[in-house]
């Protein structure tokens, strides 16, 4: 059984991608839970930009604005 592509350059960039997005699905679903724990209305648009989004810079900044916001605007604040 020939095991290269497993060793190749491209499956180690399809590796690091997926990792890529499920952390950044993470970093997304822990945004979405400070604001739900807080009683935060979370409308579809919102939701939808948040776990879409695929910068975790970006992601990082709401993810620590989430725990202080009292609307979902505080998160997205300066954006």
Do not use: H
Request: hydrophobic fraction near 40%; charge should be negative; charged fraction near 35%.
């Amino acid at each position: 059984m020939d095991l290269s592509f497993y060793k190749s350059a491209i499956s180690e960039e399809i590796r690091d991608e997926g990792r890529s997005e499920g952390r950044a699905e993470g970093i997304a679903q822990g945004i979405l839970l400070f604001l739900a724990r807080s009683g935060v209305d979370v409308p579809d648009e919102a939701r939808e930009r948040i776990t879409t989004c695929g910068d975790p810079d970006t992601l990082n900044r709401w993810l620590l604005r989430a725990p202080a916001a009292q609307s979902v605007e505080d998160v997205f604040a300066d954006e």
